[in-house]
């Protein structure tokens, strides 16, 4: 057969299938195709450190956004520089209270967001699950117990995110995107941690990216993971003013207070010579997201300065 005829052979999509399976509109710019104008998206873990930072990546892209976190608050300083953001762009910033592991209260905000995200004609885009917790036993003590806490928010709780956002896409006939939150930890362990059970949680992310993407892609529905490295210190570009200043998310914090030397080993592994900071994965998030993404999909993205890369 004839790489013509292969070519005829191949059955395109309907025209009344999702746009998003479709190659991007002929005449889109490549600025405009990383624009999220007109969107909406739910982030979770939204409350502090990389996914409020992540809130404000897509903000700045022209979005409006969701956050959704266990904490009864957001931390406050990030949270009054979001809203003066959106305030000044016009955009809709909102904070719900949610536990991921919980089923019912991820499908009712889902849902609640969905609605508001309607009816100020931005509608539901999709999410960036980005709750995650962390922690650090020797494997040989590691409680089974600590060891399902762990899998239930990292691993279950991501996977209901990502089920109730595909949900509300699927009800309401559209395309979105899907990012969850990996870690380098899903692929390397590193050296001088230990963390067993994060490190597979992380694993378990990248493959039911892989799992769901290929029950979700006649939807129109584009899943990804974004494997960040570590990024600590980090310095916090929503606070210009601070900019001398180093601040940790509160999950790397933890890590340097039970392992001081740890920052060295890390250091070692840096190719760029520095550490990540939250901002570093600003853009690599709003590009998945975006219709400039539209043919990624079931993909890991790892943003880790090399550190991968070399042994
Ligand atoms: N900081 C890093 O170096 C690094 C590196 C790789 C991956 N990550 C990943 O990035 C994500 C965010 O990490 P971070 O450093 O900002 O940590 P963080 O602890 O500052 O933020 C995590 C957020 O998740 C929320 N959360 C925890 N359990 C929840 C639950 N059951 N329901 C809803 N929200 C919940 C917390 O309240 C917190 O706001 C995590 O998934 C983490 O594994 C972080």
Redesign the pocket.
């Known amino acids: 057969m004839t790489v013509d005829a292969i070519v005829s052979d191949i059955e395109l999509p309907s025209n009344g299938a999702p746009e998003s399976q479709h190659s991007l509109a002929a005449g889109s710019t490549t600025h405009n195709s990383f624009s999220l104008t007109g969107k909406t998206i739910a982030i979770?873990?939204g409350?502090?450190?990389?996914?409020i930072t992540l809130a404000l990546a897509v903000v700045e892209a022209g979005g409006n956004v969701a956050c959704?976190?266990?904490?009864s608050e957001p931390s406050a300083y990030e949270w009054t520089s979001l809203l003066a953001l959106a305030k000044k762009t016009g955009r809709s910033v909102t904070y719900h209270r949610?536990?991921?592991?919980d089923e019912t209260s991820i499908e009712t905000v889902m849902d609640a967001v969905a609605r508001d995200a309607t009816a100020r004609q931005a509608p539901f885009w999709g999410t960036i699950a980005?709750?995650?917790?962390?922690q650090q036993v020797p494997a040989l003590d590691y409680p089974a117990a600590d060891f399902d806490r762990i899998l239930r928010?990292?691993v279950t709780?991501v996977f209901n995110t990502a089920k109730y956002a595909a949900r509300v896409l699927r009800r309401e006939g559209r395309p979105g995107s899907i990012v969850l939150?990996?870690?380098?930890?899903g692929n390397v362990a590193n050296r001088g941690l230990s963390c067993s059970a994060?490190n597979s949680s992380?694993a378990a992310v990248q493959q039911m990216c892989r799992s769901v993407a290929q029950e979700w892609g006649q939807y129109g529905i584009r899943v990804n993971t974004l494997?960040?490295?570590?990024?600590?210190p980090s310095v916090c570009l929503m606070a210009p003013a601070l900019t001398s200043q180093y601040i940790r998310?509160?999950?790397?914090d933890q890590l340097l207070q039970e392992n001081p030397d740890v920052e060295r080993t890390w250091m070692a592994g840096a190719l760029l010579g520095r550490l990540?900071a939250?901002e570093d994965f600003k853009a690599p998030a709003v590009f998945l997201l975006s219709e400039g993404a539209a043919f990624v999909h079931g993909s890991d993205l790892r943003v880790d300065g090399g550190h991968c890369a070399s042994a």
């Open positions: 979770t873990g409350g502090r450190g990389l996914g959704l976190d266990i904490l949610c536990d991921v592991t980005c709750a995650g917790i962390q928010v990292n709780g939150i990996s870690s380098m930890s994060y992380k494997s960040p490295g570590v990024s600590f998310t509160a999950m790397t990540g939250p």
